[in-house]
C-alpha cells in the first residue's frame, strides 16, 4: 500500500459578515489555487505535437458575432469579396464624350483599361487625339492644325491644307504655309483635362520644308491664367532635319488640383508668330501642339 497523504481542509472564516450601514460591491472571495505554470501541458495520444489552434485562427467575425468556421471556408469567403474595379483616369467620361466613335472601354481590369487607351482616341472629327502616358498614367493631348486659329488660314493663296496618313491610325490634316507676311499660329486649351498636379510641356510640331524662308525669328509663347506667360524666340532656319516632323518647345507648367479648378477654370494659351519684320515666309508646315507630362 502506498503512502496515504493527509488533507488540510481550511477551517470556514468565523464572525464574517457584510455590513450594510453604507452600500459597497461584494467582492467574491479569492482563493489561492496551487497551479504551475512552469508545468508540460499533457496532450491526448496520438495527437503528437499538433499545434494548438488560436483563437483567431478558428473564429471569424460576422455580421458582429463570432463564428467558428474552418480554414476552408474562410478562403471561400475571401473569394467572394467584391471584385475592385479598375480606376479611371482622370476626366475620362467628359473626354469621351468628344470621341468621334462610340468606344466600348474595358473596366474589368486596369492593365486592360490602361492599354486600350495607350494607343490613342481621336476626338472632335479628327481635331484632338487623346490617350495616355505610359510612364505615370497622366493625359496626354494632341491639338491637330484643324484644331488651331490660324491668321489667313481659310485662303488657299497663303495656306495649303494637307490630308496626311502616317500609319493605320494615324491620319490627320496639317497646314502647309505657302507665302505669308503675317505668320500667326494661336491654340487653347481647358486644363481641366488633364492630370492634376503634374508639370506638363508644350511642343510644336512641324516640318521644315527645303523650300524654307524667312522663319529665321519665330515667337513661342504660353500663356498660363493669373501667371506670368513664357516666351521665347527661335531660328527654324538652323533646322538641319528637313521635310521630318520636329519638336519645338513652348514651355512648361504645372497643374492645380481638383479642389482649385473646380473654383475657376484655367485655360492655356499656345502661340508661334512673327509679325513684326513682315518678311515674305513659306515652307513650314504644322502638324499640331502637343500636351504631355514632362519627362
Given at each position: ?6 488533507i ?28 504551475n ?33 474552418n ?23 467628359e ?87 503675317w ?64 519638336e ?10 481638383e ?19 513682315l ?17
Open positions: 500500500m502506498g503512502t496515504r497523504h493527509s488540510n481542509i481550511p477551517k470556514e472564516r468565523e464572525g464574517m459578515r457584510v455590513k450594510t450601514e453604507e452600500p459597497r460591491k461584494l467582492r467574491p472571495e479569492r482563493r489561492k489555487t496551487n497551479v505554470y512552469n508545468a508540460t501541458v499533457q496532450r491526448p495520444r496520438g495527437e503528437g505535437n499538433e499545434k494548438l489552434e488560436s483563437p483567431s485562427d478558428s473564429l471569424v467575425k460576422l455580421g458582429g458575432k463570432s463564428s467558428s468556421i480554414k476552408a471556408a474562410t478562403i471561400n469567403i475571401r473569394s467572394q469579396l467584391p471584385y475592385k474595379r479598375a480606376q479611371l483616369p482622370h476626366y475620362l467620361n473626354i469621351l464624350k468628344e470621341a468621334d466613335s462610340p468606344l466600348e472601354i474595358d473596366k474589368s481590369s486596369t492593365d486592360g483599361l490602361y492599354e486600350q487607351l495607350y494607343n490613342g482616341v481621336h476626338l472632335k472629327q479628327n481635331k484632338q487625339k487623346y490617350w495616355i502616358d505610359r510612364t505615370n498614367k497622366a493625359n496626354c493631348f494632341m491639338l491637330y492644325a484643324e484644331d488651331l486659329s490660324i491668321t489667313w488660314g481659310k485662303d488657299n493663296r497663303y495656306w495649303n491644307w494637307v490630308d496626311i496618313k502616317e500609319t493605320s491610325d494615324e491620319n490627320f490634316i496639317a497646314a502647309e504655309l505657302k507665302r505669308v507676311c505668320l500667326e499660329v494661336c491654340g487653347s486649351f481647358d486644363t481641366a483635362a488633364l492630370t492634376p498636379e503634374t508639370l506638363y510641356e508644350v511642343v510644336f510640331v512641324v516640318k521644315i520644308k527645303e523650300n524654307a524662308d524667312g522663319l529665321e525669328s519665330i515667337t513661342l509663347r504660353l500663356i498660363i491664367p493669373n501667371k506670368s506667360s513664357n516666351e521665347l524666340t527661335v531660328n527654324l532656319m538652323n533646322v538641319t532635319e528637313r521635310e521630318k516632323w520636329i519645338v518647345p513652348v514651355g512648361e507648367f504645372f497643374t492645380s488640383n479642389f482649385k479648378r473646380k473654383k475657376k477654370r484655367e485655360e492655356i494659351e499656345i502661340f508661334l508668330y512673327e509679325t513684326e519684320k518678311d515674305w515666309k513659306q515652307g513650314l508646315v504644322i502638324k499640331g501642339i502637343v500636351i504631355r507630362p514632362k519627362a
